[in-house]
């Protein structure tokens, strides 16, 4: 989930691409070094605009969060923006806003990511402010009271009172995952996040907020050496604090289909959600699974979109998820999505045979060369795009470093799509987009549902 602050305009001018190889591959520059207290920090240089991008990546999420805390992960994500003993309550925001910068946060399954641009003039003021809440916050009872009271809002608008309320990335993974570390409610029950105490708060950021376990990177205007030593003044001199290890996550391919149909009495037309496990992290699968979403449901010259939207006019829209994450940014079992709001005079059974058959179109025919191309330079377009900002480029390799343990692996995904041929697309429709492996979440309007039981009940 995304910090709820509204993020200020600056309207400001951040970096274009600066680097370009010989075979027109934009190469990243990366330097990577890690600290006597087990920060890891990452300098992308870049000196185009007079502009810095900033992240703190923490190697926690809600898959690492205490049981019977659901939703404590993100809760935490809120209070660091509540002050520390040194710098008080809006001080954080004061200092980068007024320095011409924006900040945010967001928590995700593996990981907490905290944002900032900034003038370059304000890189110092920045990473003075990161460090010092990653020393220690400002524990209290009214601070926490607060921000509890934001979360739950946030829920209630995000969630509770909004049409389809997540479901297509929340309600399925409840119902596809088995360990309570994949499948609980990582936005959280208003009973939980309620029951945190400010003593849980200090035990969290002590065991998963030391420079041992989080991640810092810079990009732009700034030489590797002076990101180093600008990092080595403002963090080397806090302690490293033992960090809990990490639970197993890991889960097989599902082996049985399951099927939920959930009332909404918000939604207007019925919505299909059908999430699959797909393949480790890493693994050969990883990269063909990523175009395959692209290929299925990647936009209006998707199958989704010209076989069941436009040409068989059965759903309304459709889309792809990998969780609340990028396909490059999971550390444990995930899945993708396909996500299609449809029409109501169509069945979900009818909707999920029409999928079946343009899955199975792509697992016994695969893709033809022209349409994987296509497919390919809108991904690496998107990909390179993502990376053109200074704030973008620093989340990206923070987020990389924290999960895959190398940050230049934003330089080897554009090759990995690349190298992505006919056959592996093939592969990975046959051996994970089966019907054994997937879960079905059809969301019907109440009052569907309702006058469907009246009518029944009527015969």
Do not use: C
């Not at 049981?67 to 925001?93: I, Q, S, Y």
């Not at 996040?193 to 849980?200: I, N, P």
């Not at 079946?356 to 033809?368: C, L």
């Not at 480029?393 to 987020?399: E, K, S, V, W, Y």
Request: net charge negative.
């Amino acid at each position: 989930m995304t910090h709820s602050r509204p993020l200020l305009s600056l309207g400001l001018l951040l970096a274009l691409p600066a680097l370009v190889q010989a075979s027109d591959r934009w190469e990243i520059p990366v330097a990577v070094k890690t600290l006597d207290n087990g920060l890891t920090v990452v300098v992308s240089p870049d000196d185009s605009a007079p502009v810095v991008g900033v992240s703190v990546v923490y190697k926690v999420g809600m898959r690492q969060e205490p049981r019977n805390r659901t939703g404590f992960a993100h809760l935490f994500e809120h209070l660091m923006f509540e002050g520390t003993p040194v710098a008080g309550e809006g001080v954080f925001d004061k200092v980068i806003t007024s320095g011409g910068g924006r900040n945010n946060g967001s928590t995700r399954p593996d990981f907490t990511n905290y944002i900032e641009v900034a003038p370059v003039s304000a890189l110092e003021p920045i990473l003075w402010l990161e460090a010092d809440r990653m020393t220690t916050l400002d524990f209290n009872e009214r601070t926490l009271r607060n921000q509890q009271d934001v979360v739950k809002e946030e829920i209630r608008v995000n969630v509770k009172n909004q049409p389809y309320g997540g479901f297509m990335w929340l309600d399925i993974n409840q119902q596809a995952f088995q360990k309570w570390e994949n499948n609980h409610d990582g936005y959280g029950s208003f009973q939980d996040l309620e029951g945190a105490t400010v003593e849980d708060v200090a035990a969290f950021h002590r065991d998963y907020y030391g420079p041992n376990n989080a991640v810092l990177s810079i990009a732009g205007d700034v030489t590797a050496e002076e990101g180093f030593a600008l990092a080595e003044k403002y963090f080397g001199g806090i302690a490293a604090r033992p960090t809990p290890a990490r639970p197993d996550v890991s889960e097989p391919i599902n082996t049985g289909e399951k099927r939920i149909t959930q009332p909404d009495a918000l939604a207007q037309v019925p919505a299909l959600a059908v999430g699959w496990k797909i393949a480790e992290r890493g693994s050969p699968d990883h990269a063909p699974t990523a175009v395959l979403a692209e290929v299925l449901a990647g936009g209006d010259a998707s199958r989704m979109y010209l076989g069941l939207v436009k040409g068989r006019e059965m759903a309304i829209s459709g889309q792809y998820l990998f969780g609340l994450t990028s396909p490059w940014e999971f550390d444990g079992p995930t899945l993708l999505t396909l996500f299609a709001l449809y029409k109501p005079q169509y069945t979900a059974d009818q909707l999920l045979a029409a999928l079946d058959e343009e899955i199975a179109r792509i697992a016994d025919e695969g893709v033809g060369d022209e349409e994987l191309a296509r497919v390919k330079t809108q991904m690496l377009a998107d990909w390179n795009n993502g990376l053109e900002s200074f704030l973008g480029r620093a989340d990206t390799l923070a987020r990389l470093q924290a999960i895959w343990g190398d940050a230049a692996v934003a330089n080897q995904i554009p090759g990995w799509i690349e190298a992505v041929d006919s056959e592996d697309l093939q592969r990975v429709a046959r051996s994970y987009l089966t019907a054994q492996n997937r879960t079905v979440i059809d969301r019907k309007p109440a009052a569907m549902l309702d006058a469907a039981a009246t009518a029944a009940g009527q015969e």
